[in-house]
């Protein structure tokens, strides 16, 4: 959504051919990435001749400031949703910042992982936003992450495992 | 205007930046290198979205004030102490995860 999208995109703009093709996993309920995404890809495609990308839907696992327990569940049936999403697509690696959207997807690669079908390196960027406190996502995700960066120092000093290289985007 | 798609090219005429704490548009504003006064309400606003204006005023790159105050902050505000916010560096992200992914 919104600014995680302007965000990501930024993460990728200095990224080699070699991460493709890219599969960009959106919330339903997303209408503005879709329109940023493209353009990004478009832009991309004028210096990169190899230009793979697609996109894929899953339901909105929380809404903001949606009650702690209706959330587990909207989750849960994320994961179902998002499981067979991962299967297919068996990444090599996932790249998110945060969005609701991200923990599902996450876990659902964490399960292949654990059922040996397929390890996937997952690297989380917390915003840029988050100078004190991590996000819901990141709080989760600190956990279960490959790699977890931060953009300020606060949170490198609290989250000690995180990696810190200054500001990305 | 109420919305529209896009404000970079106000953001490049204007000569002052007024705006709320959102992050994007601080950002927008400091990185096309315009003067920006943050007004904060800490009623409305979840404490997350103050923790970036905070930052930035703490650097230096933000002028910080609440409704009752713009007034006087416009009066006696000097932007000359504003410090220039310098890019992101994404090549540093790209850098970091060649090196976790094995391309070198």
Redesign the interface.
């Known amino acids: 959504t919104?600014?995680h999208t302007?965000e990501i995109l930024?993460?990728?703009?200095?990224?080699?051919e070699?991460?493709s093709p890219r599969h960009y996993i959106l919330a339903d309920s997303d209408n503005m990435s879709e329109v940023k995404i493209r353009s990004f890809e478009q832009k991309r495609s004028e210096t990169f001749s190899n230009s793979q990308f697609t996109f894929h839907r899953i339901p909105r696992s929380r809404e903001v400031r949606q009650s702690w327990t209706s959330s587990v569940v909207t989750t849960v049936y994320s994961i179902f949703y998002s499981f067979p999403l991962t299967y297919k697509l068996k990444p090599?690696?996932i790249?998110c910042n945060g969005p609701g959207t991200c923990v599902p997807v996450c876990i659902s690669a964490l399960l292949l992982g654990l059922l040996g079908i397929k390890r996937t390196?997952i690297?989380y960027?917390e915003?840029?936003?988050?100078?004190?406190?991590l996000?819901l996502s990141g709080k989760i995700l600190y956990y279960f992450s490959?790699?977890f960066?931060v953009?300020?120092p606060d949170l490198k000093e609290k989250y000690p495992k995180s990696?810190y290289?200054?500001?990305?985007? | 205007f109420r919305f529209k798609d896009s404000l970079a090219e106000d953001l490049r005429s204007a000569d002052l930046v007024i705006s709320h704490a959102g992050?994007?548009s601080c950002?927008e504003t400091l990185e096309e290198g315009k003067p920006l006064i943050v007004v904060t309400n800490e009623k409305l606003m979840d404490?997350?979205?103050l923790?970036?204006a905070?930052?930035l005023h703490r650097d230096g790159h933000v002028l910080c004030c609440n409704c009752s105050t713009l007034v006087e902050t416009l009066e006696s505000m000097d932007l000359s102490t504003l410090k220039p916010f310098?890019p992101?560096?994404?090549?540093?992200?790209?850098l970091?995860?060649?090196g976790?992914?094995g391309?070198q």
Not at chain 1, 165 to 169: A, K, S
Not at chain 2, 88 to 94: L, M, N, R, S, Y
């Open positions: 919104g600014g302007t930024r993460l990728l703009s200095c990224l080699s070699s991460y090599d690696l790249l390196i690297v960027v915003s840029i936003c988050r100078v004190e406190t996000s490959d790699y960066i953009q300020w990696v290289l200054g500001r990305i985007v | 992050a994007g950002l404490n997350h979205q923790e970036l905070k930052q310098p992101g560096q994404p090549e540093k992200f790209a970091f995860l060649d976790v992914v391309f």
